[in-house]
């Protein structure tokens, strides 16, 4: 009893003084102004991989949500040859465009100013170069068991590199469904988001129509051409897929990825009781040079470092294997945490990262028992988190980020081990009912749509006892750098203890 109460009360005495720097809606020269709201896209890339370069038809659905002479999106590197702006009665309202490079702006003038709600559709035509820089769409090769250059072309584009693949709403909070066409040489295959609906040959050319996404956001896209193999497997009406070379497959190292992944997905399926939501998995492995992070999370279609992915029994060792387990049931659990529901905007991104990393050892430790993950994780999570929160340099899970170089430096051992320890923490205090049964409230009430941390607090407020105001407990670890560091000092024999924090 005494050490229950001390632990209660080592999570209650953490409240103290909060700084408010969770989101002061401050206007941002970097984010769009809300003058229109996308709700479709169309998107057809052709891609030539001979010329490493792409083209591509934008067709983009809005709405207005003001009165204004002008549209604001995003654009990067892009030659857009061609824009109109149609109205309902199909005239073009088209007048001219800038791209302003410092916030990537690209700003379409109208011959006119149109009222608040009206439904106009944007339609863009544009080329770019297929780089080298493994951001955005890019290019990567690999040399095969012919001692063969083989090419493909592959995106990344977390966290604001959509606009480098096609013109775009690139924030978060500007979710639409999307449809991809993807034009190739006939040698290679595609892939994307959503389920490959048809293949037409045309002029020589496959082109590959794929079905519509889900409301989703521009950073979790992904497409892919390439030489690659596929295997595949059906499990409870979803189709899970691993690609990767030939030689690579035709040894057996994709099949422990299509062991792992369908029984992450299930385990999530079971505990939140809010099924995946697209009808096929995809897990593709980029060469492991072109790939700069350890995996990619993209709804459907989900990317890794090759040898993140790639498992083989001769020569993979013990502790690479739990990590590719981790990894994939890392970004399968984004898929709830970040891909159905997302935070509003890039300070937050610890909602996604925190809940990953909480159920990358949640799931696994299901998988692969016998590892004993959940007895792992303050070695594994808890301690490096408190090793870098412990410098004068850390810095508050929640941290305002608006330019590109800010909120690529969000991703840290902060939003990652310490924010899933945190959600650690609240697992145990609250019960495993509580927090499951908040975790589900979330899901269901801000599914397809974006959240900030008041959200996942009053989720969990409503099975928490009167007693516990989840807000006032969790917003100081949320927007407090640092830990506190709890003494206690048993008085004599008896069960009386003295606590202090400094």
């Known amino acids: 009893q005494i050490m229950a109460s001390i632990m209660h009360l080592a999570t209650l005495i953490f ?6 720097i969770a989101s002061a809606q401050i206007p941002s020269r970097y984010r769009l102004p809300n003058v229109a709201r996308p709700s479709s896209y169309r998107v057809e890339i052709d891609t030539d991989l001979t010329n490493f370069k792409f083209s591509g038809q934008v067709t983009i659905n809005v709405l207005t949500t003001q009165s204004t002479n002008n549209i604001v999106l995003h654009s990067r590197e892009l030659n857009i040859t061609s824009t109109q702006v149609i109205v309902l009665n199909g005239t073009n309202i088209y007048y ?30 544009y080329n770019a170069i297929l780089g080298s820089g493994n951001v955005g769409y890019y290019r990567a090769s690999y040399v095969n068991e012919g001692n063969e250059v083989s090419h493909m072309a592959i995106t990344h584009l977390e966290a604001t590199n959509a606009r480098r693949a096609f013109p775009c709403f690139d924030q978060p909070d500007y979710k639409a469904t999307f449809q991809f066409i993807l034009k190739r040489a006939t040698r290679y295959i595609t892939a994307s988001n959503a389920r490959l609906l048809q293949t037409l040959i045309e002029n020589d050319r496959a082109i590959d129509v794929y079905d519509t996404t889900p409301v989703m956001s521009t950073y979790i896209i992904a497409f892919m051409v390439s030489d ?14 691993t690609y990767g070379r030939f030689e690579l497959l035709a040894r057996g190292d994709g099949s422990y990825s299509l062991l792992v992944g369908p029984q992450a997905i299930q385990v999530m399926n079971n505990f939140m009781t809010v099924p995946y939501a ?28 090759e040898k993140y992915l790639m498992y083989n029994s001769e020569r993979t060792t013990a502790s690479e294997k739990q990590f590719i387990a981790t990894i994939i049931s890392h970004e399968f659990a984004h898929q709830w945490f ?33 590892w004993e993950l959940m007895d792992q994780f303050v070695t594994s999570i808890v301690q490096p988190a408190m090793d870098d929160d412990a410098l004068d340099s850390s810095r508050p899970m929640t941290r ?25 923490m609240v697992a145990g205090f609250l ?18 749509s974006n959240v900030a941390p008041h959200n996942l607090y009053g989720s969990w407020q409503t099975f928490s006892p009167v007693t516990l105001n989840i807000s006032n407990i969790m917003t100081p670890w949320e927007t407090q750098a640092g830990y506190p560091v709890v003494t206690v000092t048993r008085t004599g024999t008896g069960n009386i203890a003295t606590l202090n924090q400094v």
Do not use: C
């Not at 697209?278 to 350890?294: A, R, T």
């Open 15 to 20: 409240i103290g003084l909060t700084l408010n």
């Open 400 to 424: 305002t980020a608006e330019s590109p170089a800010e909120i690529d430096e969000q991703y840290d051992t902060i939003v990652y081990e310490k924010a899933g320890s945190v959600i650690r």
């Open 96 to 125: 001219n465009h800038t791209v302003e490079e410092d916030t990537d702006f690209l700003r379409i003038y109208l011959t006119y100013a149109v009222p608040i709600n009206t439904p106009l559709t944007l339609v863009f035509h």
């Open 278 to 305: 697209i009808n096929k998995m995809d897990q593709v492995p980029v060469p492991n040079e072109y790939y700069k992070i350890g995996a990619m999370e993209n709804w459907g279609m989900v990317t890794y470092r």
């Open 431 to 448: 019960g495993d009912s509580a927090f499951r049964s908040g975790l589900v409230l979330y899901l269901t009430t801000w599914r397809f």
């Open 228 to 241: 690659y193999a596929a295997l595949s497997v059906w499990r409870n009406d979803v189709t899970y897929t």
């Open 338 to 370: 970040g891909n159905l529901v997302t935070p509003n905007w890039w300070n937050y991104i610890w909602l996604n990262e925190g809940f990953a990393t909480y159920f990358e050892m949640f799931i696994t430790n299901q998988i692969e028992p016998t």
